[in-house]
């Protein structure tokens, strides 16, 4: 999978509740911060289900509008919705590869998927992409493991010290829980 700069998203699954968080930063290259209050963890499908993405802008736009079609087709399904997005890039149904990733989650599942082809259910219900996602995912296991924070105390604090040591998170995170 290739490695995206300047966003970094996790998803944390913890007692019946799971919870995805997004930093706010947009960057250009590897210097220049264009923007720092992006939104890039929203509700979709009647907010019955929550993404947040990762990648180049054009290509997460495609990778989540892609997705939500399928979402509208299989009446929400999360896990046949994903498997349909991967068969498309696999069977060269649509016309490139999309340089980005997404988390997916409903109250049941949690999935990665990515724009060429891949779809990931988490071992321990923790996962996390973007650039500061090595970080975000091992203080979210950490935590998992290691305290009584909720799924959406632990998302938020992942992402926060992602933010300590990744030059490319920022601490403008948003939040979402289903």
Do not use: W
Request: glycine letters at 10%; aromatic letters at 6%; proline letters at 1%.
């Amino acid at each position: 999978m290739s490695e995206f700069k300047g966003t970094t998203i996790v998803a944390v699954k913890k007692d019946g509740k799971t919870a995805i968080a997004g930093d706010g930063q947009v960057t250009l290259g590897e210097r220049v911060i264009l923007k720092g209050n992006a939104v890039k963890v929203r509700r979709i499908f009647n907010d019955k289900v929550v993404l947040g993405f990762a990648g180049s802008v054009a290509d997460a736009f495609a990778l989540s509008a892609r997705f939500e079609e399928l979402l509208q087709k299989f009446s929400g399904n999360l896990m046949r919705s994903a498997v349909e997005i991967a068969i498309g890039f696999r069977d060269d149904k649509y016309a490139r590869k999309l340089e980005a990733q997404m988390i997916v989650a409903d109250k049941d599942s949690v999935m990665l998927v990515s724009g060429t082809g891949e779809v990931i259910e988490p071992d321990g219900g923790v996962i996390a992409i973007g650039s500061g996602g090595n970080y975000a995912f091992a203080a979210a296991k950490a935590l998992v493991q290691n305290t009584n924070l909720s799924a959406k105390e632990i998302a938020e604090k992942a992402i926060r010290l992602a933010g300590e040591i990744c030059v490319f998170t920022n601490d403008h995170i948003t939040v979402e829980e289903v």
